[in-house]
């Protein structure tokens, strides 16, 4: 595990965006693409279950977007 709560922070906000990323492209894209799509959900549930941990233990900081406000997940699970 990352020693380093900022870094842990933004490589899971990293990791949240590369995921989403990908499953807009897989949206746009025509094909049977379920295998994938359910390991992205499985990678998603886990790095919100990692994230709500460390909350609980005071060791997230939040990683703010380039304007400067937090990247939330949006209730459709894509980040504000």
């Known amino acids: 595990m990352e020693a ?3 870094k842990m922070s933004a490589r899971i906000a990293h990791a ?3 995921i989403l ?3 807009r492209e897989l949206f746009n894209a025509s094909g049977d693409d ?6 992205m ?3 998603l549930y886990a790095l919100r279950a990692l994230k709500s941990c460390l909350e ?8 703010e977007s380039q304007s400067g406000h937090p990247n939330l997940p949006r209730s459709d699970g ?3």
């Open 41 to 43: 959900d499985d990678a």
């Open 21 to 23: 990323d990908r499953a």
């Open 16 to 18: 949240e965006h590369a």
């Open 56 to 63: 609980l233990h005071g060791g997230f900081a939040t990683v």
């Open 34 to 39: 379920i295998e994938e799509e359910q390991a």
């Open 4 to 6: 380093n709560d900022v």
């Open 78 to 80: 894509f980040l504000a």
